[in-house]
């Protein structure tokens, strides 16, 4: 484990696009000096103005002196790729967080041509949200230094932060880690090494059923998205807050969280939704989502019908515990990470297994027992400890 990686050490960021900008501000703001790489001068000179925006809303919203933006500023290095492997300016980090796109094979090969520049006791650290870190990770020759930090977007602003182990990443590096990132200011939570970690797969039926009740007719997208924030209370509905992510992203992570489940029926994609994205209507960023964005757009109203509403509202709710009492059951966070996750990642208005001991697992069971005796489908099987819960009079907390 590198004596380097402490609040003292230079950190790496690979990757200047928004993710990898956000890391490098968060990083900096607490003393670090960042080394920013690229393969484009353009993508670096827009990371550069994104930081100073960044400070410069700080500074006006009297959050922030305009001497500590400055120092903030200054220590990040926005440095081109040169050399054989592109990666020189990262050689006398304690820590490199990668943080290019999302595809298995770019992050395999830049983790290899990582390991050719760095240290030997340099941190790996991908900022993937779905993809193996075990697979990431055996792209090096020292596995057991690699593991996952997933910083949600934007990362200024988003507390939560995802520490994934890989199989061989060694505990101490993972300690470490979590204490490093614990001192920027962030809310770690640990994730065992599976397709969505933790917040991305817990999250799936908010969107997929939604977007089922959607197409059974059951409810069109402004009642769904009117009573899951006015009953449920949630921030956004699933529909406005598919079109504010972007339908090709959004769309993106369910399919690659099916697939990486062996095509399990809990997440199947939507068809409506892979239709919206091949149309090109990918939420607020192209005009047209499931809501017209356009100038001059009327945004229709929906149906405050309180009875349907409340309907709603528990089935989607009953689908997310049951994925979060599936998690904890397989061991893939504690119920305390997993509630932490949830409210910290993605806003929801409670802990999803809080909300199963408010509401009783045996409700909870129940109506996914009717969900299943309904449509026959393996997508509605609740968790067994949910079962066991119910049956014993089990609480989470």
Known sequence: MSARLDGTSAVGVLGAGAMGTGIA????????????????????T????????????????G?????????????????????????????????????VVERLDVKRESFAALERVVADDCVLA???????????????????????VHFFNPATVMPLVEIIPGVATAPEVVERARALVDAWGKTTVVAADTPGFIVNRIARPFYGES??????????????????????????????????IGHDVNFAVTKSVFEGFFFDPRYRPSLTQQRLVEAGRLGRKSGQGFYDYRDGAA???????????????????????????DA????????????????????????????????????????LVALQ?????????????????????????
């Open 46 to 61: 827009r990371s550069r103005e994104a930081v100073e925006r960044a400070l410069r809303r700080e500074v006006e919203k």
């Open 126 to 148: 991908t900022n993937t949200s779905s993809l193996s870190i075990s697979s990431i990770a055996s792209a090096c020759e020292r596995p057991a230094r690699v593991l996952g």
């Open 373 to 397: 005796a309904e449509y026959g489908e393996d997508r509605y099987r609740p968790s067994p400890l949910l079962k066991r819960m119910a049956r014993e009079g089990g609480r989470f907390f």
């Open 328 to 367: 904890v059951l397989l061991r893939i966070a504690t119920p305390r990470d997993v509630d932490l996750a949830m409210t910290k990642g993605v806003n929801y208005p409670k802990g999803l297994l809080a909300w199963a001991d408010e509401l009783g697992a045996e409700r909870v069971w129940g109506r």
């Open 299 to 325: 945004k229709p109203e929906p149906t405050t019908d309180r009875r349907l509403g409340e309907a709603l509202v528990d089935r989607v709710v009953a689908m997310l515990i049951n994925e979060a009492a």
């Open 25 to 44: 501000q968060v990083v900096a703001t607490h003393g670090h000096r960042v080394v920013v790489v690229d393969t484009t001068l353009e993508a670096l």
């Open 211 to 244: 977007l089922r009740v959607l197409e059974e007719g059951i409810a069109d997208a402004p009642t769904i998205d009117w009573a899951m924030r006015e009953i449920g209370g949630f921030r956004m509905g699933p529909f406005e807050l598919m079109d504010f």
């Open 63 to 99: 959050r922030l002196d305009a001497g500590r933006a400055g120092e903030i500023l200054a220590r990040i290095e926005f440095a081109g790729r040169s050399g054989a492997d592109g990666m020189d300016g990262f050689r006398d980090c304690g820590l490199v967080i990668e943080a």
